[in-house]
């Protein structure tokens, strides 16, 4: 079990360029989310897949945002024509989707857009 | 709709001495709580959680939580501090009222522990 990881954790753009991150979770885990998480607040919920399927999107993702995890594995999340207000750190977390709800996170991809 | 509330943005506190922070929720059904610990330039790592049976559940490194139904409440404790404990804590909740079990989590509260 090596864990969530992410890639990249660090991305610095301009506005209006798009960008997309990698969220590879543990192994055998059917449930795999975004959250965001902005400066000195807590993580907010994005979206969510059960397998391949996104089943649940937050109204914080605009139509600027897309997620995608084909075959059920990793996960991309792209932004598209990113502005300021983009800025954060997007987190990706992974269970097993038993009754535990144990979410394991992954170390995040910080995103600076100027 | 479900929220979290950390009173506390940062909690000082001398090494050994004992500490509580606080957690409230709101939420109109059932709920999961948890507690998440985020060590400086490292992901958010489950601390301790609730699901069901004993209000009162414990961590491996000495931290414990009470859930209080009535005064919606979920504070965690730790009798004595380290400085290894200095880290931001991050409160949430989850329910079944979503397929997602999405968590909801609360600002967060940066406890630094004082040598």
């Known amino acids: 079990d090596t864990g969530v990881s992410q890639n990249p954790r660090h991305k610095i753009t301009k506005r209006g360029q798009n960008v997309t991150f990698r969220c590879d979770p543990i192994?055998?885990?059917?449930?795999l989310y975004w959250y965001r998480q902005t400066l000195g607040q807590g993580p907010e919920f994005l979206t969510y897949f059960q397998n391949e399927a996104q089943l649940e999107k937050s109204r914080l993702l605009s139509d600027r945002f897309s997620a995608e995890r084909p075959k059920g594995s990793f996960s991309t999340l792209e932004i598209q024509r990113t502005e300021q207000g983009d800025s954060a750190m997007y987190l990706c977390?992974?269970?097993?989707?038993?009754?535990?709800?144990?979410?394991?996170f992954g170390p995040g991809t910080r995103l600076t857009v100027t | 709709a479900q929220s979290v509330t950390q009173l506390d943005s940062q909690v000082p506190v001398f090494e050994e001495a004992p500490v509580e922070l606080r957690c409230n929720y709101s939420s109109s059904v059932s709920v999961y709580l948890f507690w998440y610990v985020q060590y400086p330039n490292q992901g958010l790592q489950l601390l301790l959680k609730y699901l069901s049976g004993s209000t009162l559940v414990e961590s491996i490194n000495g931290f414990e939580a009470e859930f209080n139904k009535s005064q919606t409440s979920f504070h965690l404790r730790k009798p004595s501090v380290h400085i290894s404990d200095t880290a931001e804590y991050f409160c949430?909740?989850?329910?079944?009222?979503?397929?997602?079990?999405?968590?909801?989590f609360g600002t967060g509260t940066r406890l630094t522990v004082i040598p």
């Open positions: 949430a909740v989850s329910t079944d009222q979503t397929g997602a079990n999405n968590l909801f």
């Open positions: 977390a992974s269970s097993l989707g038993t009754a535990t709800y144990e979410q394991y």
């Open positions: 192994s055998e885990h059917n449930r």
